[in-house]
């Protein structure tokens, strides 16, 4: 049953929106808010587009931001954390302060207003890479301290193996250490961190197109899609339900697949 589900989670928000990468914004003036059937398992929007083709696009589109976040996170993470146990004492003493600070700031007003910063900031590019560079770089910018002190506490434990010592006292930098031992050791706690932090940062992704400064139309995510079934919530639930139910499928399956995957217990 696990099996058929995880299939079904691939089928449904990787393979089929990447075969139908036009069918979802298709405009249709004879199937105009049509009622659930067979051909159209959540019925047509106001424009008579296929409203669950659309959310399984938006649950795929969400998906490809949340990626592309938690990776921009871990890179920042990986790097303050290594620069962290650096040899100088600014280093060491002012990166854990400064990312402490950044812990203190509830997350969703930081990554709200970054996300105003970047859009004002690059408000004369096309509106879709413009809005990939806001959603990634809010998300990333402000997610990354837990990662900086899982990597510094791990370099830490590292640093008191054998092999390690024998490295620095043969004349190895940190920079060569980083290189060679701690990114090698580190690749699979941060594989599993990053699939551990991926739904949170799914449900940030929709949280920005919610608000209205993530994606905006015709572009969509699970996030703008459950705004726009929010305003039609009386007359017509299904445009509401359908992408907030994807939306709880995609973070829980996310969740399950890292309790089957994961090899390595991470404590943040």
Same mark, same amino acid.
């Given at each position: ?24 914004? #298709? ?37 490809? @931001? ?28 002012? @990166? ?13 007003? @930081? ?48 640093? #008191? ?34 699939? #551990? ?72």
């Amino acid at each position: 049953m696990k099996k058929i589900n995880y299939f079904f989670f691939i089928i449904c928000f990787i393979v089929y929106p990447l075969i139908n990468l036009s069918r979802w914004n #298709q405009v249709d003036i004879h199937l105009i808010s049509m009622t659930p059937s067979f051909s159209y398992w959540s019925g047509t929007d106001s424009l008579g587009r296929d409203y669950f083709l659309r959310c399984i696009q938006g649950g795929f589109i969400s998906l490809i @931001l949340g990626i592309c976040s938690v990776t921009l996170a871990h890179v920042i993470g990986f790097l303050v954390g290594s620069l962290s146990q650096f040899r100088s004492f600014y280093l060491k003493f002012w @990166l854990p302060r400064f990312s402490d600070i950044l812990d203190i700031i509830p997350n969703y007003l @930081l990554v709200s207003l970054l996300a105003i910063f970047w859009n004002l900031l690059f408000k004369n590019i096309d509106p879709v890479l413009r809005t990939l560079i806001s959603t990634t770089f809010s998300i990333g910018l402000v997610n990354w301290m837990s990662i900086s002190r899982l990597v510094r506490a791990e370099i830490t434990n590292l640093r #008191q193996k054998e092999f390690i010592s024998v490295t620095s006292s043969m004349g190895a930098s940190h920079w060569h250490l980083v290189k060679t031992h701690y990114f090698g050791y580190l690749s699979q706690i941060l594989t599993i961190s990053m699939v #551990q932090h991926l739904p949170q940062f799914i449900l940030t992704e929709s949280f920005l197109s919610y608000i209205g400064i993530g994606l905006t139309p015709p572009y969509l995510s699970l996030g703008s899609l459950i705004a726009e079934g929010w305003r039609l919530v009386t007359t017509s639930p299904l445009l509401f339900f359908t992408p907030s139910l994807l939306l709880v499928y995609l973070s829980l399956n996310l969740r399950w697949i890292l309790t089957k995957s994961k090899t390595v217990k991470i404590s943040i």
